[in-house]
């Protein structure tokens, strides 16, 4: 590891540890927002993981996230908690493998139609059993707080961080953006890109089945509509988009912001929140193509420039 | 002089697209340390039969043998694995990457894969030796023509290849930048690498080529040494039509 790795994993750390510490102001409206941040923020971060370097807007949050309740609310009876994230972990890969080697060879338009399609199928898949066998919902009961639901998304916030900084030193990570910037330049390199696709595709399935799995305790009653809902997957994308997509760090900055953001529409404009998600999407892709990280780089860049004339 | 093992052959290769035969029976065989020159007129078959031996295309026929082993039908990613590196006719970099990390994108995965610092030193010294060792933290986008094919044949040879396939490489350039482009091609030629070369500039298929197969119309028409071919009534009417022979 480098000197400038060592700074970095310190400074993830600490600020990570500034996070943990927000229960201890027992504001329950501060730690409900804190929960929206870490749950959108691993999910962007680990959608970014996939759809940063190979520009396939993935729209399949949803299907896993949903899984991933489902797992809770159908395990809870059975299982200890504890085994059920890790379990929902499981079950999202081994899906998003499946979905990942069906879809991969569909390019550009065709992928983001199938992945949003794929919630859809889930739901209706869910609420068919549900009606055959007469259930309506699930309810999910647990002494579970929400300063405990906030800690283990931190924990999982930190392995994904973890995970995407592996992957950005490995052969994995290259590969990736080798073919997110032309896939027959890849594959006359020597690179197998259908298994590195599904390799890296795994990742954001598993970990959207985690957080699913950790979230269901919070809406207690568990119905498909609100376990599968495809907003969440949009929210996902314009959060990653809002931040960048080129950095690790880029999703948590466009995170933040657009989840306070969010809490103000959702109150305000209660019945119009969908109108809202596609103007928000409009105008990230008009005015920030590269989020909050190209804004920096670009400052960066012109910063250096100048230096160098000086 | 054709001495050294094969290491490249063709039996038969076609590709048909639809009703077209792009390419039509073509037999050759590649012979170790030696440039084959691949010429003939524009649409004669040249690039889809680099596309038939890289991978990119599948043969609909035929077989293609690389050191005695098929590869025909064979993806672009295990071709590439087993030594076979190319460039393409429209130069294709990695727009997103600087100059020393498309070149590694071959060091690490090409046929002689390496890793972390070993793929930065090959990566370095073949970069070196395209003349761009200046360059390496470069973006893509600010290279000159002539530099971007650099990089590109940087990237085909930072794998090690048992053949290098150049598709049209010296096309494009200007005067100045034929000459250092002949010379660099020399250079690999002197240490001994086996490449097919396609090729319109007569001069660098006369000073470079050890053979040459000339196709028209997707068939082979002749082959031999550069000026047995270039001296063939058959060829010089493919190349300027039959009003002119
Ligand atoms: N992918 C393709 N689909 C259909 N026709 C093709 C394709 N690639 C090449 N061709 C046709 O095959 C013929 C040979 O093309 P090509 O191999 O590019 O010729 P050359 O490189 O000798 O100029 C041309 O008639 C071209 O139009
Ligand atoms: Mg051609």
Redesign the interface.
């Known amino acids: 590891m480098t000197a400038r790795d060592w700074k970095n994993l310190v400074l993830g750390s600490v600020l990570l540890g500034i996070a943990a510490l927000l229960p201890l102001t027992g504001d329950a409206y501060a730690i409900a927002l804190g929960v929206n941040i870490a749950m959108y923020g691993v999910l962007a971060t680990s959608w970014a993981l996939f759809s940063g370097p190979t520009h396939y807007i993935s729209l399949a949050t949803a299907a896993f996230f949903g899984v991933g309740t489902y797992v809770t609310a159908s395990g809870i009876d059975v299982l200890p908690y504890w085994a059920l994230p890790p379990l929902a972990g499981i079950i999202g890969g081994i899906l998003a493998g499946i979905v990942g080697l069906a879809t991969l060879r569909l390019s550009g338009v065709y992928f983001v139609i199938f992945t949003l399609g794929l919630a859809e199928m889930i739901r209706q898949i869910v609420t068919w059993w549900q009606n055959a066998t007469g259930h309506k919902g699930s309810y999910v009961l647990t002494d579970l707080t929400e300063n405990h639901i906030y800690w283990q998304l931190l924990g999982v916030a930190a392995l994904v961080y973890l995970a995407g900084w592996a992957i950005g030193r490995s ?1 994995l990570g ?2 990736l ?2 073919i ?3 896939e ?10 259908a298994v590195s696709k599904v390799a890296l595709f795994i990742v954001p399935g598993a970990v959207a089945a985690i957080v699913g799995a950790m979230i269901a305790p919070r809406y207690i009653y568990i119905e498909p509509s609100t376990a599968f809902t495809p907003m969440l997957s949009f929210q996902v994308v314009i959060m990653a988009m809002l931040g960048g997509t080129g950095r690790l760090w880029g999703p948590i900055v466009g995170v933040i912001p657009f989840t306070l953001l969010w809490e103000v529409i959702s109150v305000s404009f209660p019945n119009q929140t969908t109108l809202l998600l596609g103007l928000c999407f409009l105008l990230i892709v008009y005015l920030l193509p590269n989020g909050f990280v190209g804004l920096f780089e670009k400052i960066r860049a012109r910063a250096l420039s100048k230096e160098a004339y000086q | 002089m054709r001495g050294g093992a094969q290491v490249l052959s063709l039996r038969g290769a076609t590709k048909r697209f639809g009703g077209l035969v792009a390419v039509d029976g073509i037999d050759f065989d590649v012979h170790e340390h030696e440039v084959l020159g691949l010429i003939g007129p524009n649409g004669s078959g040249k690039s889809t039969t680099l596309n038939l031996i890289s991978g990119a295309l599948a043969p609909t026929s035929g077989t293609i043998t690389l050191r005695g082993a098929p590869i025909s039908g064979q993806p672009a990613r295990e071709i590439a694995r087993r030594g076979v590196a190319r460039t393409f006719q429209l130069v294709r970099l990695l727009p997103s990457m600087t100059v020393l990390e498309n070149v590694m994108a071959g060091a690490v995965f090409g046929h002689r894969r390496r890793w972390g610092h070993a793929a930065e030193a090959q990566a370095l010294a073949v970069l070196e030796k395209v003349g761009l060792a200046g360059a390496a933290g470069s973006r893509v986008g600010q290279l000159t023509y002539i530099d971007t094919k650099r990089v590109e044949l940087a990237r085909a040879l930072a794998g090690d290849p048992e053949v290098l396939l150049l598709d049209e490489w010296l096309a494009g350039l200007n005067p100045t930048e034929l000459e250092q482009g002949i010379d660099l091609i020399h250079k690999l030629r002197d240490e001994g690498r086996t490449v097919v070369l396609v090729e319109h500039v007569m001069d660098a298929i006369r000073s470079l080529c050890d053979a040459c197969v000339v196709m028209s119309s997707g068939r082979k028409i002749a082959e031999g040494t550069p000026s047995e071919v270039l001296s063939d009534p058959e060829v010089v009417r493919a190349y300027l039509g039959d009003d002119n022979a």
């Open positions: 052969r290259f590969a953006r080798i997110g910037d032309d027959q330049v890849a594959s006359h390199v020597g690179i197998n890109t």
